[in-house]
């Protein structure tokens, strides 16, 4: 797998799975499947309404989870700092993971 160092040191996957489109109900097989064959980024949003199963597959995995770069984003749709705050605990309700990078939607 190729990685790439962001500006805080961290590295992320080059290659990694989005979730979009994909329901509910079908993500966390999918993302399991996903990380089975390699894929170690995964990327959701609020908007997708599919966090819970990404938060599921990546608690279910043998893979240490370190080595998983899960994101989400926010609803561009937050203007305020209280809405942000509110949109990215809901996030981390739903993935039941202790971190994440959440970034803006585009």
Do not use: W
Request: charged letters at 30%; proline letters at 2%.
């Amino acid at each position: 797998m190729e990685y790439k160092t962001l500006n805080n040191g961290l590295k992320m996957p080059m290659v990694g799975l989005g979730v979009y489109n994909i329901s509910e109900r079908e993500t966390q097989r999918v993302v399991e499947d996903a990380i089975s064959v390699g894929y170690r980024s995964i990327d959701t949003a609020a908007m997708y309404y599919n966090e819970k199963g990404v938060g599921d597959a990546v608690r279910k995995s043998a893979v240490p989870r370190e080595e998983l770069f899960i994101t989400t984003k926010i609803c561009d749709s937050c203007y305020t700092r209280e809405e942000t705050l509110r949109t990215v605990d809901h996030s981390m309700k739903q993935l039941r993971l202790e971190q994440v990078l959440h970034c803006a939607e585009d």
